[in-house]
């Protein structure tokens, strides 16, 4: 996974838009400047890595809390 990581890390400071679906957190919030959050075919939210991360809903969803 490193290589792949360092891959897209490349593409995208070379100006190029990366969109890429990843559920490992630590290589989204490595990578990404936005994410979308997704829960059952639902945008939960989308934003900076810190503010989804930092998002209540998105925390009850993926803790398991009820929406």
Do not use: C, K, N
């Amino acid at each position: 996974m490193p290589e792949l990581t360092e891959l897209i890390r490349r593409l995208h400071h070379s100006g190029r838009t990366v969109v890429m679906v990843e559920h490992h957190m630590d290589v989204v919030l490595g990578l990404a400047g936005r994410v979308a959050v997704m829960h059952h075919g639902e945008l939960l939210a989308f934003d900076g890595p810190d503010a989804v991360m930092a998002d209540p809903v998105v925390q009850a969803a993926y803790l398991g809390e009820p929406l």
